[in-house]
Antibody, heavy 125, light 110 residues
Framework: EVQLVESGGTLVQPGGSLRLSCAAS????????MTWVRQAPGKGLEWVANVKEDGSQKHYMDSVRGRFAISRDNPENSLFLHMYSLRAEDTAVYYC??????????????????WGQGTLVTVSS | QSVLTQPPSASGTPGQRVTISCSGSSYNIGINNLKWYRQLPGTAPKLLIY???QRPSGVPDRFSGSKSGTSASLAISGLQSEDEAVYYC???????????FGTGTRVTVL
């Protein structure tokens, strides 16, 4: 059974830093792109970043590029999101998800087939 | 402000058919494959449709997706009370070089 378990969410002051982790099990972690999605309280889903199977390719949403860094440790089956210069608008539940490529073979057509339960990040003084 | 626009709400009575639209552009729906996710209150989202119209195993055939040009839709037939949730379309946007979610549609079963 695929399991994704996020951790690391907490209360942090504006301008602060935080590292989120996602522990994966039940599948061959190194065979999949992985992604982070967030959801601010009472708001919709917002894709944050993703990383290729071997970590060689990464993409970010505009508002976090340069402030957040996605990384992975394949031997440890772990995904990370390093968050710097945090702002109030970064307050959200952060989900990690597995990306699966469809029959087209293009990563652009991948979908999120398994999700973690989320971890809450609150940026406030 | 998402590049994918959905109506904020939709409703129907049990057994009815409800359709949710998702409007995009030539940078996303026009060229890439659309997904639909459902989020029940207090839970993580769940995949409903991928590749525009494919259902993962375990998703009932009451859910169907379609795409035409730069728009897409999700249809729920035989509406049930447990279908009350927020539904999101999602896709890769070539101009943003990243995934994007739609604004979300809350479905209410009357």
């Amino acid at each position: 059974e695929v399991q994704l378990v996020e951790s690391g969410g907490t209360l942090v002051q504006p301008g602060g830093s935080l590292r989120l982790s996602c522990a994966a099990s039940g599948f061959s972690f190194s065979d999949y792109w992985m992604t982070w999605v967030r959801q601010a309280p009472g708001k919709g889903l917002e894709w944050v970043a993703n990383v290729k199977e071997d970590g060689s390719q990464k993409h970010y949403m505009d508002s976090v590029r340069g402030r957040f860094a996605i990384s992975r440790d394949n031997p440890e089956n772990s995904l990370f999101l390093h968050m710097y210069s945090l702002r109030a608008e970064d307050t959200a539940v952060y989900y990690c998800a597995r990306e699966r490529t469809d029959s087209s073979g293009y990563f652009q057509n991948s979908y999120f087939d398994s999700w973690g339960q989320g971890t809450l990040v609150t940026v406030s003084s | 402000q998402s590049v994918l626009t959905q109506p904020p709400s939709a409703s129907g009575t049990p057994g009815q058919r409800v359709t949710i639209s998702c409007s995009g552009s030539s940078y996303n729906i026009g060229i890439n494959n659309l997904k639909w996710y459902r989020q029940l209150p207090g839970t993580a989202p769940k995949l409903l449709i991928y590749s525009n119209n494919q259902r993962p195993s375990g998703v009932p055939d009451r859910f169907s997706g379609s795409k035409s040009g730069t728009s897409a839709s999700l249809a729920i037939s035989g509406l049930q009370s447990e279908d009350e949730a927020v539904y999101y379309c999602a896709i890769w946007d070539d101009s943003l070089n990243g995934h994007v979610f739609g604004t979300g549609t809350r479905v209410t079963v009357l």
